[in-house]
């Protein structure tokens, strides 16, 4: 461990970046494209995670750790089976009105843990179809397919009927009861998804949808620091996986004078801040050893057990200021921010592989640990194994660190520049609106 | 049927006696009624207590009627027994905790629930006597008990004595809403009407609704020793707040070991052996769980019935009570309406602010608008949630540019010596200027801190004052000067950016020396 710690940066990012990828390879199953949610045994495949992987093949043959036609093969395989999967919404079925289901079986392909239909877990899904379809732009055979195939499941997903008849979408739906009652509320990693939805030449939704959402928004100066609050730093990450949101602002971030980087590098600061303080006296918590985000945590729910002192909470999306907060950090949370604060984020990898190189299995930064639960004996307890989201967001904030690549193929994205302006974004690198266009 | 379990009624005991003596006493004998009054008021609960004594103090002759208990809900079934209650469940969550404030928790820690209930009705008997009926007659109110019904746009008739008024208010109130559960009328259930006539604790409690009714008394049979099932239909608490504060609520029902259900309904009720077995759903999950007590609080409903508010010309709907104008005067220009019966914020200091806004209005040719009223609110959960003016989604939505200072609790230094540390301020301000449209606190004393925001509001104070002010410290209070600090602070970053970078481009177009 202290030899990864000695490390230039460039080799520590290239080491760490790579370990990711390698869940991919790990947690796919070949015959259907289908990847893990976690490497946990039995774990189902999640939607999202798949959506990751397909972003991560195209790193990966730039980076020279797969061959063109492998990426090729391993990508057709999942857009063929989504092409193919059962589309009738039935409780068993993969998927409903061009959504799917967030969690799927390995190897049927079909609903599992009668979870809902989710919509953010789609887009994330439908975001690294596209970008593998502007990736392998060749004229083989199969690559043409693939793009082919690719337009097809965008096209098929039926964005207006997610509104339900709610102004915001909804976060889901289940064949048994119908929409789940609750929209977005406040700022959450759901740009990806509005943003599709927006582009999106077959179906989109109302323009005035996206404004429902922002309305919902809350701008607050936190530690001398402004910023649009979301407790989680995923929130503050996901929808920069592909999104380049450096200099580009919709009328929120125009009236802020900000913008969604900056904002998620105001994010870093509140988190050292936060850790900085500790309110709850948490082991290790400080300035250099943050990342409450989502991920897994040590879980002692005990229902019967009165007035606990503690609680922990397992799987969770844990965040700043309000919580929840267990003590529990995210290291992959972390590393995700290199792009929008990279000497801090460095700062703290080395600071926290340093001290709890217990966080890192396999070469892979785990989903969670918590250094106060395991005080007594000095080991601080460490999430099993490894969660697809985790790898897929490293693989994908390093890669836009190092070389801005996936930002760069999706700004070439047609859907995507459509979908932001369709959402009032201006400005950076989006090409200007023409007069006659009008949204 | 009774909206209720009825045969859970309060112990009749010395302190019952001193209050039904004070509020509704047997004997009582209606007076004679004068051949007209300039005002009458229908109600005697926050509203129409506080009308009736400025209408006194302004030397009108004023006749109250009254048909249950003078002091209405928070009196007799609200504020005042929850508040009490809330104390004492405060106090054993303490002790069973006391290890968190470096302090020994005593051995064997038993809830005497008796004890508990007996000091509850104690002091709500106590403060009966600042309502009582002595008290009003001496005043000179012509107090009088008994049915309401209205037969013309002047007269009323109280049992079988007809009233003539120049000018009436109307001040029912509310009662609990009950919902339609299949079974949950068989196998009885409480409401705030008749929990605090409990003698025993509850050991399983299903509470219906994750309003501020529910919340409060939800933790407070939690601190006090029942396994609490907390049910809302609802993804979080108390919808109206903001959603960190939901959020904050939440965890700390968590840490309490309440058991929580959010997005979930109650589809029906049965008695098997002696137990409520409950059936839940979840949207296509369904559980069953089994409890001694089921209390509901999901919502009040207006009292307009059975007052023959047709006779005088009132509008009124089943579901939002008695419609007024911004003055609080109903379809009938001689009759107003205030409190709960006509408002949407129903506590009972924006009862009785009406109530006299209607006594302005009615006898002054006032033009007071219930619009300027700046109402502040609390739940009295811990940590406790308070609120006064605009929500964010609100400004958002009426175009107002809004921003938000916020203070977390574990920044300020008595709230954390004194570990409560969990919570926050949040100041909003029109974003540009230092004029505060709302704000929100999460804290242990929510309740006490909102009033200072409250004045700042009324009074026209924004940040800028508010930063000024020395706060006694250490005070938990000063998180909202500290709001204001950081709001002078961004002031000055951006004026002196702003300066220096005038400053700089004058420096570079000027020509070379």
């Not at chain 1, 193929?409 to 995507?416: A, D, H, K, Q």
């Not at chain 1, 302006?421 to 009008?438: C, I, K, V, Y």
């Not at chain 2, 709001?483 to 000055?492: C, D, L, M, N």
Request: net charge negative.
């Amino acid at each position: 461990m202290t030899q990864l710690t000695k490390l230039t940066d460039e080799a520590l990012l290239d080491q760490l970046q790579r370990a990711a990828f390698g869940y991919f390879l790990e947690a796919v199953n070949p015959l259907n494209g289908l990847v893990a949610d976690t490497s946990r045994e039995n774990a189902p495949v999640s939607i999202a995670v798949v959506g990751f992987a397909l972003s991560s093949y195209p790193v990966a043959v730039e980076r020279g750790w797969m061959e063109r036609s492998d990426a090729v093969q391993r990508t057709l395989a999942a857009l063929r089976f989504f092409r193919d999967s059962d589309q009738s919404g039935s409780p068993t079925a993969t998927g409903f009105m061009g959504f799917y289901y967030h969690f799927l079986d390995m190897h049927s392909g079909t609903r599992v843990w009668q979870s809902e239909l989710s919509m953010i877990d789609t887009a994330l899904l439908i975001a690294g179809v596209l970008a593998a379809a502007m990736y392998f732009s060749g004229d083989a055979p199969e690559e043409v397919e693939l793009r082919e195939l690719a337009d097809f499941l965008y096209l098929r997903v039926d964005w207006q009927w997610a509104q339900g008849d709610g102004g915001t979408i909804k976060q889901g739906w289940k064949p048994e009861s119908g929409f789940l009652h609750y929209g977005w509320e406040g700022y959450s990693e759901a740009i990806v998804l509005y943003v599709l939805a927006l582009g999106s030449p077959t179906h989109p939704i109302r323009g005035d949808c996206y404004a429902a959402w922002t309305a919902t928004y809350q701008w607050e100066n936190l530690y001398d620091h402004d910023y649009l609050y979301a407790g989680p730093l995923f929130v503050h990450q996901f929808s920069h996986a592909w999104i380049d949101l450096r200099g580009i602002r919709d009328s929120f971030m125009r009236e802020k004078s900000s913008d969604y980087f900056d904002n998620s590098r105001n994010a870093v600061y509140i988190q050292r801040r936060y850790t900085q303080l500790n309110p709850q006296e948490f082991v290790g918590y400080d300035e250099n050893c943050w990342g409450l985000s989502a991920g897994d945590g040590p879980n002692d729910e005990q229902p019967d057990v009165f007035n606990e002192k503690r609680r922990l909470f397992g799987y969770a999306a844990r965040g700043v200021p309000y919580g929840p907060d267990d003590g529990t950090l995210s290291p992959p949370a972390v590393l995700a921010s290199l792009p929008f604060a990279p000497e801090l984020v460095l700062e703290a990898m080395r600071n926290m592989l340093l001290r709890y190189p217990q966080m890192l299995t396999e070469g892979r930064l785990t989903g969670g640990f918590n250094a106060t639960v395991g005080a007594s004996d000095d080991q601080p307890w460490v999430s099993a194994g490894h969660y697809g989201l985790d790898q897929g967001i490293v693989v994908l904030m390093i890669e836009n660190h190092r070389s801005q690549f996936i930002w760069q193929l999706m700004s070439g994205c047609r859907y995507i520049s459509d979908g932001l302006q369709g959402a009032g974004f201006e400005g950076g690198w989006l090409p200007p609106r023409s007069s006659g266009e009008a949204n | 049927m009774q909206p209720f379990d009825a045969t859970l009624t309060t112990p009749q005991d010395a302190y019952e006696d001193k209050r039904l003596a004070d509020i509704h006493p047997q004997a009582w004998v209606n007076p004679k009624a004068a051949d007209s009054y300039p005002l009458i008021i229908v109600g005697a609960g926050s509203a129409g207590v506080a009308a009736a004594e400025l209408a006194i103090r302004l030397g009108v002759r004023v006749a109250m009627i009254e048909r249950h208990l003078i002091g209405g809900t928070c009196l007799n079934t609200g504020c005042v027994p929850s508040k009490a209650l809330i104390r004492t469940s405060r106090l054993y969550a303490e002790m069973r905790d006391a290890a968190r404030y470096g302090a020994k928790a005593p051995d064997n820690i038993e809830v005497d629930f008796a004890a508990v209930m007996d000091r509850v009705r104690r002091i709500r008997s106590h403060l009966s006597g600042g309502s009582s009926v002595r008290r009003l007659a001496a005043l000179g109110v012509d107090m009088f008990f008994g049915n309401v019904r209205f037969t013309g746009p002047d007269t009323l008739t109280v049992n079988d004595q007809t009233l003539r008024f120049d000018k009436a208010m109307v001040a029912t109130g509310t009662r609990p809403h009950v919902p339609t559960i299949p079974g949950l009328r068989e196998a009885g259930f409480m409401t705030n009407a008749n929990v605090f006539n409990l003698t025993e604790l509850p050991k399983r409690l299903l509470v219906i609704g994750g309003g501020p009714v529910g919340c409060e008394l939800a933790q407070a049979f939690r601190h006090l020793g029942s396994n609490v099932t907390i049910v809302q239909d609802k993804p979080l608490f108390l919808e109206r707040e903001e959603r960190d504060a939901a959020q904050l609520l939440s965890d700390a029902f968590a840490r309490d070991g309440l058991e929580v259900r959010l997005n979930t309904q109650v589809v029906g009720v049965r008695v098997e052996k002696g137990s409520k077995v409950v059936d839940l759903i979840s949207a296509d999950y369904r559980s069953t769980i089994e409890v001694d007590a089921i209390l509901t609080g999901v919502g009040r409903v207006p009292n307009v019935q059975g007052l023959d508010l047709e006779a005088a010309g009132i509008k009124y709907d089943a579901d939002n009570g008695i419609a007024v104008d911004d003055f609080l005067c109903t379809s009938n220009p001689r009759i107003y309406a205030a409190g709960d019966i006509c408002l949407e914020e129903q506590y009972t200091d924006t009862a009785a602010a009406s109530a006299r806004i209607v006594v302005h209005n009615a006898l002054l040719r006032g033009k007071k608008r219930l619009s300027k009223l700046v109402i502040p609110w609390c739940t009295y959960t811990d940590p406790e949630i308070s609120h006064v003016g605009m929500y964010v989604r609100e400004a958002n939505r009426k175009g107002i540019p809004i921003k938000t200072f916020t203070v977390p609790m574990h920044q300020i230094h008595r709230a954390v010596t004194d570990s409560e540390e969990v919570g926050f301020v949040k100041i909003h301000i029109r974003d540009g200027t230092d004029t505060i449209l709302g704000a929100t606190i999460v804290a242990r004393h929510a309740g006490e801190m909102i009033n200072e925001i409250t004045l700042a509001m009324v009074a026209g104070i924004g940040l800028r004052t508010l930063a000024e002010v020395i706060h006694a410290y250490p005070t938990q209070a000063e998180a909202i000067r500290e709001a204001a600090k950081a709001y002078v602070r961004s002031r000055v970053t951006t004026r002196l950016r702003a300066r220096l970078q005038r400053w700089l481009a004058r420096r570079s177009s000027a020509p070379p020396a």
